[in-house]
């Protein structure tokens, strides 16, 4: 009878060395075609091993490190204007330093109406 995985069986199992795309855009959680932007745009740097693109497992690492921290109260900035066939842009807003729109804000930029209004 085959032993279930264990937290520490996992963390201490040996990790790849390399990923194909479909296997890096999984350990990510992104779709392939994320995947490609970020190795067009230079994000994720892959290596090529004859006819096939590769991502080493130290790069993924790498990547992740490279990602802001999550800030709490903070959300994603809301697109606007999103048309068919057109590219999103973000609202106009004062920048913040962490690049993120903290939540109570975020509702006002909506156009949702605040408790107090």
Sequence with gaps: MAKQPTTETIASSPRKRAYSVKETARELSLSVAQTYNLLNSGKLHGKKAGSRLVIRGEELDR????LPPYEAGCTQPQLVGVKRGRRPRLPQAAPQKSG???????GRQRGEATAGA
């Design 63 to 66: 990547y992740l490190d490279s």
């Design 100 to 106: 993120c729109i903290p939540a109570r804000q975020a």
